[in-house]
Nanobody, 114 residues
């Protein structure tokens, strides 16, 4: 069982930047970030794949967020720039393979004030 621990959330103002980190207890294949705002579904924010390091982004964050990983450290990062109040949510780290997500972190709160 892979354990995921997120860090880096907090309260910022609109236009600010934050970087989230997620450290896995073991080797992972696909890693991603999801977010869930109150009363809404959990949505994919960004994902990065072991093979070739290809990435995928949700439409609302394209051009503002960047996902990256350090395989030697079993860590994935989410650099979030130009934050907006609508980015406010709990951000969850996930790990999986083949398009499925098997392991989840506990989440970290990101709050963006206007």
């Amino acid at each position: 069982q892979v354990q995921l621990v997120e860090s880096g959330g907090g309260l910022v103002q609109a236009g600010d930047s934050l970087r989230l980190s997620c450290k896995a207890s073991g080797r992972t294949y696909s890693m991603g970030w999801f977010r869930q705002a109150p009363g809404k579904e959990r949505d994919l924010v960004a994902a990065i794949y072991w093979s070739g390091g290809s990435t995928q982004y949700g439409d609302s964050v394209k051009g503002r967020f960047t996902i990256s990983r350090d395989n030697a450290k079993n860590t994935v990062y989410l650099q979030m720039n130009s934050l907006k109040p609508e980015d406010t949510a709990v951000y969850y780290c996930a790990a999986g393979s083949g398009g499925s997500w098997y392991h989840w972190g506990r989440g970290t709160q990101v709050t963006v004030s206007s």
